[in-house]
C-alpha cells in the first residue's frame, strides 16, 4: 500500500526524478518555453564535461568509526593555509586526535582537545586568507542579490564571495563549508583545528576566519554526532570525543582505496541550468517558486564515478 | 592549561559574556555612542517585561527516549492547521508513532509510517494556510533585506514574512521550524505528518507548506537523529524509526512537570538591541562586522525560569 508519506516532499530531495510540469502558456508572440525540467531530469542529461573528478591533490579523507568524510580544499582561495594543512596531514598530525565540538545548528570542530600534539614551530603562526586576490580564478557569479556581500557565486564549484571594489574573494560560510579556527590571534589559525558548519549558514563568520574547502561527502557522519553539553557544545569529558583515525591526502591513499568523486562544475551551462531550476521549482508539489535563490540553498551535486581501470 | 581551543568561536556562542569592545570613536561633533554591548550583555541586563512565557495552550511537549522536544504553535497564523494539530494530540493521535525520516541538511519528520492510525473523518482534509491575512498580530519588521519576501520580521517571536501589497503573513523555513507535510494535494496537509528543520533554512518551501509554530528547546534531540539512508532520508528498516512516547499539550501536563521557558519578545527594545548587536559583532574575536543579519540567523533567545509556586 502505497501510504502519504512516502511522497511528502518528494520533489525536493536531492535527485529524485518527477514528472515535468509544462511551462505556464507564453505570452502571445513569444516562443513556447521548453518544459520545465527538474533538477535530477538536468542532470541526468549531462554531458561528461559538465563534472570534474575531486582534485584528490587536494582532497582529503577523514576517517571516523562511522565511515570517511571527503573534504576538498581550494588552494587558490586559501594558498598558504591550505598548504599548512596538507602539511600538517603529511606529518599525521591529525591522526588519533578528535571531535571536540559539535554545536548544534553551528559546527562540528576537530583538533587536540588536550593540547599536547606539537605543530611544527613554523607552522604555528600563519597570516589568516580572510579574503584573497581572486586573480586567475574564474568567479560564475550568482544573479541572485545578496545581503552578506556585494556579489556571490562560486569558484570551482565551492560557494564563495567577491568584492569587485577591491578584487578580493573569499569562500563562504554555507552547510559543510570547512574552516580553520583560529584564537582572538588572527594568525592563530594555522589549520591544525578545523570545523565543518552543519547549521543555518552562518555568513556573518565570512571574511572573519580562513575557508579552505568543503565537504563533498560525509557531511551526515558530522552533522548527526550528539551535541556537546558544555559551553559552545564542546564535549566535557573526554569519553565523549569521537575519535578520529585518520587524515589522510586523496593522492597518498592506494587508488584502489580513494573515493571516486565528481563535483558539477560551477562554470558549466548544466549547473546555470540546475540553478535555475531550483529558483523556480515546478512540478506536481511545488504551488510557489521562490524565484530567488540563496547563495547556500544552491545544490553543488556530487555523483560517484566508476574507477578507471589501466 | 588553558589550550588554544577553550576559546575559539567563544563569542559566537549563544549567551556567552565578551568583554565590550569600545566603539569605533565617533565623528567629531557627534554624541560619543554607548560602547557596544554583547547580546549576553544585552540579555543579561533585560528587563522582566522583554520576555513572555511559552503559550501552554499551544505548547506541544514531544516525548522522545533522549528527552522532550518543546514545539509552541501560533495560531494567528495557521488557525484551523493548528486547532486540527491539537486536536489530533487530544486524541493521543501521536503517541506511540515515531520519527520516520531524518534527511540531512533538511528535515526531520514524524507520522505514522505505517498508514494504520486513523485520522477522524472529519479531520483528514483541511484547506492549507501557506499565507493568512496577518489582522491584528503585530509584525515586527527586520530592516534587513531578504530575497524571498518582501518584508521579513517577526510575529510573537516566531520568524515570518509579510506582503504589504496583499496583507498576507507566513511563518518561514528558518531552522526550527514546524511544518505540515502534504502530498501533492494541498488539502492533505492535516497535521498528522509534521516535520522540523534541522538544515540550512529551506526558504524556498514558504508558502508552498503549512509552518504551525517552531522548537523552542531541544532541536538538538531531532538534528542529532542518525539520517535515514533510504531516498528523501526515510528510515528504510522499522527498527530505524525513533519512537515518540507521546506529545501532549503542555497545559494538559501537571505544573509540576512543565518546562516553564520564556522567550524573548521580538517587539521589545531588547530584541532589537540583540538584532543590532548580532548584525554588527563587535568584540576581541569578530574583525569584520556583517552590517547585515539574515532572517533565520537571528536568534530568538529562550530562557528557564523558575517554577512558581503558589
Chains 1, 2 share one sequence.
Request: neutral net charge.
Amino acid at each position: 500500500m502505497r501510504t502519504a508519506w512516502q511522497s511528502l516532499f518528494v520533489t525536493t530531495g536531492l535527485l529524485m526524478a518527477r514528472a515535468a510540469m509544462p511551462a505556464e502558456a507564453a505570452a502571445p508572440g513569444t516562443p513556447a518555453p521548453a518544459p520545465a525540467r527538474s533538477m535530477a531530469e538536468i542532470l541526468a542529461a549531462s554531458p561528461a564535461s559538465a563534472w570534474r573528478p575531486l582534485n584528490d591533490e587536494h582532497t582529503l579523507y577523514m576517517e571516523m568509526p562511522g565511515g570517511r568524510v571527503v573534504i576538498e580544499l581550494l588552494p587558490a582561495l586559501a594558498p598558504r593555509t591550505v598548504a599548512n594543512i596538507e602539511a600538517l596531514v603529511r606529518l599525521h598530525y591529525f591522526d588519533g586526535l578528535s571531535i571536540l565540538r559539535v554545536q548544534d545548528n553551528y559546527v562540528a570542530q576537530w583538533g587536540d582537545p588536550d593540547g599536547v600534539r606539537k605543530v611544527p614551530d613554523n607552522m604555528q603562526k600563519l597570516a589568516p586568507e580572510f579574503s584573497v586576490p581572486l586573480g586567475a580564478a574564474a568567479f560564475t557569479q550568482l544573479p541572485d542579490r545578496d545581503g552578506y556581500a556585494p556579489q556571490v557565486g562560486f569558484v570551482d564549484s565551492f560557494a564563495a564571495a567577491r568584492d569587485p571594489a577591491s578584487g578580493m574573494a573569499w569562500l563562504t560560510h554555507c552547510y559543510g563549508a570547512v574552516g580553520v579556527g583560529r584564537d582572538n590571534d588572527p594568525a592563530s589559525g594555522n589549520g591544525s583545528e578545523l570545523y565543518a558548519v552543519i547549521g543555518n549558514a552562518p555568513r556573518h563568520l565570512d571574511r572573519n576566519v580562513t575557508i579552505v574547502g568543503r565537504v563533498r561527502q560525509g557531511i551526515e557522519l558530522l552533522s548527526s554526532l550528539p551535541r556537546g553539553t558544555a559551553e559552545l557544545g564542546f564535549y566535557d569529558k573526554p569519553a565523549q570525543r569521537v575519535p578520529i583515525t585518520s587524515v589522510q591526502l586523496a593522492s597518498a591513499v592506494p587508488a584502489a582505496e580513494r573515493t571516486r568523486l565528481e563535483v558539477l562544475r560551477s562554470d558549466s551551462p548544466t549547473f546555470t541550468a540546475v540553478v535555475a531550476a531550483r529558483r523556480n521549482r515546478k512540478d506536481d508539489w511545488y504551488l510557489q517558486p521562490a524565484g530567488y535563490i540563496e547563495l547556500c540553498n544552491v545544490p553543488l551535486p556530487v555523483r560517484a564515478v566508476a574507477p578507471t581501470t589501466p
